[in-house]
């Protein structure tokens, strides 16, 4: 790995913290290098907080090395207490099971699980074997108390006193420091990647491991992705954008990276997306030339949408992205209408009364796109209505089944922007 590699990654700014840099750039140099990453199955689907650890998994294989990654489904029986302020809720071994089943699908989207050396893996598998007191003999007298208490997540739980931290989240930084033990006795693992909250964790396994075979092993964190604001990407956070499909429609996906700030969009350009070289300066050159432009937010946007629902579900979010400025509904699915018009107000309506005949000026008025039957029908006869996009003209209109853009729902629109949604209900 050539010194111009970490050029170009640092000036991505995927590079936070490293241990023993010149060793572990020898160690990448030398040969393909098997690494791991974990992944918590604390719900049943990664989120865009988990995308620069996939992303660089994927890059690292890319390059020759061979991933391993970890989907903890011991360790999410315990729940990480880094970057929290608050114990975890635990989780039954029923609905951990199903979310690292729902992970593992997840993960393969991104590594290559049949690639040379690589491999999925759940610490269960092995955490589960453990005696404790086989535990506390090889594993819990290697660690000070006094080192663990001095980690800043671990510091800041016990000064809060009305919080605290249980035995059970303290207890975490022996679990992963073992997993990085039996993942370098199993596969050979001498890299752990992870976030800048996994500099503690990681660094115990590098030290468990130098204790038990005398041999070196490297950290690499990446930086917590977070806004200009300071906001943390993640479910804790509250703001979090599933990488599931039906958790979040690829068009809602879409226009979470249309949305980036302009603060935020160049960075995060040079950490979730390959763009490089010329093609990443002329963005930067139109960015900085004329943001409303928003070249920028639309080249992030695609390719992070391409990379993660693939180019059908990038082509239904543009299409659904289309449809909100006017376009006709034609190919537009439930769920990816049901996401463009989340906003908008809306009503439920019985489907027998579309069968009996709906009129259009009562639910143009019932959807509070107008404040009577009179200003609606003299707007349909000014060509200011539409319905899914299609202009209406006659103030007499029905609405009726053959109406519905979708087999549950229609659109109105009032002017140039202002929407309504109709829903269907019963059989």
């Not at 729902?102 to 393969?108: C, D």
């Not at 796109?369 to 707007?379: T, V």
Request: net charge negative; with cysteine; proline share 4%.
């Amino acid at each position: 790995m050539a010194v111009d590699f970490w050029a170009d990654w640092r000036e991505r700014g995927l590079v936070e913290q490293l241990t023993a840099p010149e060793g572990l750039a020898a160690l990448l140099e030398s040969g393909p290098v098997a690494f791991y990453c974990g992944f918590d199955p604390t719900a049943d689907s990664l989120h865009v907080g988990h995308l620069l650890p996939l992303l660089v998994m994927r890059r690292l294989q890319r390059l020759g090395h061979r991933p391993v990654a970890l989907v903890g489904g011991a360790t999410g029986m315990i729940g990480d207490p880094s970057g929290r302020s608050s114990e975890r809720q635990l989780l039954t071994q029923d609905v951990l099971a199903a979310n690292v089943a729902a992970l593992r699908v997840q993960i393969a989207r991104f590594v290559d699980l049949e690639g040379p050396g690589a491999a999925l893996v759940d610490n269960l598998s092995w955490m589960g074997e453990v005696r404790y007191l086989d535990w506390l003999r090889d594993v819990g007298k290697l660690f000070s108390v006094n080192a663990m208490i001095a980690r800043e997540s671990v510091r800041r739980r016990l000064e809060e006193r009305d919080q605290g931290i249980s035995y059970t989240e303290f207890s975490y930084m022996l679990l992963q420091a073992y997993d990085f033990l039996h993942l370098y006795e199993r596969y050979g693992v001498r890299l752990q990647l992870g976030g800048g909250d996994q500099w503690g964790n990681i660094v115990a396994g590098i030290d468990l491991i130098r204790r038990k075979h005398g041999a070196d092993t490297f950290g690499w964190t990446l930086p917590l992705v977070t806004t200009s604001a300071g906001e943390k990407f993640g479910k804790s956070a509250g703001n979090a954008v599933w990488l599931d499909a039906a958790k979040a429609s690829p068009y809602a996906f879409y226009q979470f990276w249309m949305r980036t700030d302009d603060a935020d969009v160049l960075r995060y350009l040079r950490l979730f997306t390959d763009l490089a070289g010329e093609e990443l300066v002329a963005l930067e050159a139109a960015h900085a030339e004329a943001p409303h432009r928003r070249e920028a937010h639309r080249a992030l946007a695609t390719e992070v949408t391409r990379l993660v629902h693939g180019s059908e579900g990038l082509a239904r979010a543009t299409l659904a992205t289309e449809v909100f400025f006017g376009r006709p509904f034609e190919g537009l699915g439930e769920a990816e209408l049901l996401a463009v018009f989340a906003d908008v107000p809306g009503i439920d309506v019985p489907r027998d009364r579309l069968i009996a005949g709906y009129p259009l000026v009562d639910a143009l008025v019932e959807v509070g796109l107008f404040p009577s039957r009179g200003e609606a029908r003299r707007r349909i006869q000014q060509g200011g209505v539409y319905i899914n996009n299609v202009q209406a003209h006659d103030p007499a209109r029905v609405l009726a089944l053959g109406d519905l853009a979708t087999p549950g729902a229609l659109v109105l629109r009032a002017g140039k922007r202002a929407y309504a949604l109709v829903r269907l209900t019963g059989d």
